[in-house]
């Protein structure tokens, strides 16, 4: 079965650029988990969905946004880009509050 | 919140030996408690996780034991290989919500 699928894999922003992250859970997953992992760091959670309404919110800053769409994909929208926003940004998925399946990550870079 | 301890941050054993990493959490209501392994810039990889209601699961050469009275979980890994060179994640949560990962263990197993 496909894995979570993330794109693009690599983005090269410059200093208050916006930037739009995509993420297609597993099918027939019902919940997406979207991480921000700095160099040297362990994930931090951002935000969640759960069947396509927000489930819970963590350490996201304000010029971050997201959504999940009827085809259960999501989206991480992020503006007014700062260097620090520098990270792999993960995605992942699970079914009925099971494991949590990670997608390969975008790597942003701002500069 | 909750918050997870992990040690030690960097573990180097020989190709054979065992490795151990523990993990402390401190949210009582914490019941699921994945472990993850992450190469250098791809996805953590769930390896094994355990839930409340059991103290002890294994895996061929991994295995996993929960103390809940004492908040503490650990990995165990056996007749370590090169190829288990890695940076291990624990994590506790609640199923079904975000999780809370530990600061990682980097494993260098040399041959």
């Known amino acids: 079965a496909a894995g979570v699928i993330q794109s693009p894999r690599h983005l090269i922003k410059e200093k208050r650029e916006t930037a739009t992250l995509k993420c297609y859970p597993i099918?027939?997953?019902?919940?997406v988990y979207w991480y921000q992992q700095g160099p040297g760091q362990d994930p931090q959670f951002l935000i969640s969905?759960?069947?396509?309404?927000?489930?819970d919110k963590g350490s996201i800053p304000d010029r971050f946004s997201a959504q999940q769409f009827s085809d259960y994909h999501s989206e991480l929208n992020m503006s007014s880009l700062e260097l620090g926003d520098s990270a792999l940004y993960f995605c992942?998925?699970?079914?009925?509050?099971?494991?949590?399946?990670f997608g390969p990550g975008t790597r942003l870079t701002v500069t | 919140g909750e918050n997870v301890e992990q040690h030690p941050s960097t573990l180097s054993v020989q190709e054979g030996d065992s490795a151990v990493i523990k993990c402390t959490y401190s949210?009582?209501?914490?019941?699921?408690f994945p472990w993850y392994k992450q190469e250098l810039g791809k996805r953590p990889q769930l390896i094994i996780d355990?839930?409340?209601?059991?103290g002890e699961k294994k895996d061929q050469r991994i295995a996993v034991t929960l103390n809940k009275t004492a908040k503490h979980f650990s990995l165990h890994i056996t007749e370590t290989q090169p190829e288990d060179s890695a940076v291990y994640f624990c994590a506790a949560t609640l199923s079904g919500y975000a999780l809370n990962f530990g600061k990682g263990t980097s494993l260098l197993v040399t041959p």
């Open positions: 969905f759960y069947e396509k309404m927000q489930s």
């Open positions: 992942a998925s699970s079914y009925d509050r099971s494991e949590q399946y």
């Open positions: 355990i839930r409340s209601n059991v």
């Open positions: 099918s027939r997953h019902d919940t």
């Open positions: 949210d009582s209501a914490s019941n699921y």
